[in-house]
Every structure is written in structure tokens, then in C-alpha cells.
């Protein structure tokens, strides 16, 4: 059974407006939890994390939400732009800090559309 | 030349086929892993290695067999595949430094298609 669930296969969203893509999880012991983003024919690149400890950390237009009760995250791109297409991949760090193994959802494809 | 550097980033090989997958990493990291990627499923763990002893494989089957020589390097050696092991072969490194998020840096990967 898959421990890290992304359940929108797709988003689309218009250039400017608010970008949400949804995690959930279902293991409590995760510590860490991080989102990647992946253009085609590149491998994904580390966007953002957030402590298992923590509610909210945000960088810049990418802000990552945590509710531990719900085992949910999400992650918020404002504004959206057409750069940020991409699909984007929601992992979670098996305990142990950086000696943790990530584990992965199956990604959403975001369109970003001008 | 610096990050995760894999080769070749296409492969196509027959079921009786040998051969291997490189991966390189220029960040002076201590851990290294292969992950596959297939449609429409998650990035699947196979292979960790730490300080270039292999710490976990995923009950990944024997047609798969992993190399690190050294801190710098992986090899993933292929041989008798089956077709449905056409996939991204994804190559990462990181820093296990005891704190933090295990933040991986992936490679571009290694298109793999077994005919």
C-alpha cells in the first residue's frame, strides 16, 4: 500500500493565480517531508522541505503546509507562472534525519497556462 | 563538470543482453541510490549505498546488480531483462550529515527500453 498518496494526477492553473498541490500520508513516523519538481527529460530537482515539527515554511512563491492530524501537506505556488510546468513529486523521509530514505508519491503534473 | 552525472541517458537491449548503467556525482556526497521510475507509478527504491557499502535492496531481483567502487561512482550492472523492466533509471546522491532532511540530487537519468 502507498505510504505517500498524490491523488490529483493533473492541475491546471493560470499564469498569476494560486497553485495547490495536494499530499496525504499515512505513516506518523516520517520526520521530514520534501516536494521535487521535474521537467521532462531531467531529473527532479529539490524544491522545498519542512520539518515534521513545523506547520509552514515557505522560500520565496513556494510555501509548504503541514496538518500532522490530517497526514496532509500541500504545497503553494504564488503568483503561478509558466515556468513552474512541471510535474511535482511529494516525498517523505522514513525517519533518521538525512539518513532517512525517501519515500514517494506518484506526482501531479502542473500547467501553468500565460 | 559538477551534480549527478549519468550514461548513457538512452539504452536499448535484448532479453539476453549485458549491459551497465553509470552514474557520477561531483558533490562530494557519502550516500548514492538507484531509483526506478515507472508510468504512472512512484519512484521506487533500489539500492542505497552509504559510504560505498550497500545498506538496503529492496527486494529488487538479481537481473539487477549494483556497483559503487568508490564514494564517487555507481554502476548498475543489467542483465536477462525483461521487457517490463523498460523504465527511467534515476540516479541520486546526498549528504548524510545527521541532521536535516535527507535532500537527494538527482541525475537526468537512463532511459532504459528492453525489447
Known amino acids: 500500500d502507498q505510504q505517500v498518496k498524490q491523488n490529483s494526477p493533473s492541475l491546471s492553473v493560470q499564469e498569476g493565480r494560486i497553485s495547490i498541490l495536494n499530499c496525504d500520508y499515512t505513516n506518523s513516523m516520517f520526520d521530514y517531508f520534501l516536494w521535487y519538481k521535474k521537467y521532462p527529460a531531467e531529473g527532479p530537482t529539490f524544491l522545498i522541505s519542512i520539518s515534521s515539527i513545523k506547520d509552514k515554511n515557505e522560500d520565496g512563491r513556494f510555501t509548504v503546509f503541514l496538518n500532522k492530524s490530517a497526514k496532509h501537506l500541500s504545497l503553494h505556488i504564488v503568483p503561478s507562472q509558466p515556468g513552474d510546468s512541471a510535474v511535482y513529486f511529494c516525498?517523505?523521509?522514513?525517519?533518521?534525519?538525512?539518513?532517512?530514505?525517501?519515500?514517494f508519491g506518484k506526482g501531479t503534473k502542473l500547467s501553468v497556462k500565460p | 563538470e559538477t551534480g549527478v552525472t549519468q550514461t548513457p541517458r538512452h539504452l536499448v537491449m535484448g532479453m539476453t543482453n549485458k549491459k551497465s548503467l553509470k552514474c557520477e556525482q561531483h558533490l562530494g556526497h557519502n550516500a548514492m541510490y538507484w531509483y526506478k521510475q515507472s508510468a504512472k507509478k512512484p519512484l521506487e527504491l533500489m539500492f542505497v549505498?552509504?559510504?560505498?557499502?550497500?545498506?538496503e535492496n529492496n527486494s529488487v531481483p538479481s537481473r539487477f546488480s549494483p556497483e559503487c567502487p568508490n564514494s564517487s561512482h555507481l554502476f548498475l550492472h543489467l542483465h536477462t531483462l525483461q521487457p517490463e523492466d523498460s523504465a527511467l533509471y534515476l540516479c541520486?546522491?546526498?549528504?548524510?550529515?545527521?541532521?536535516?532532511?535527507?535532500?537527494?540530487?538527482f541525475g537526468a537519468g537512463s532511459r532504459l527500453t528492453v525489447l
Open positions: 549505498y552509504s559510504l560505498e557499502e550497500r545498506v
Open positions: 541520486a546522491s546526498s549528504r548524510a550529515s545527521g541532521s536535516g532532511a535527507n535532500v537527494l540530487t
Open positions: 516525498a517523505a523521509n522514513l525517519g533518521g534525519g538525512s539518513q532517512g530514505n525517501l519515500i
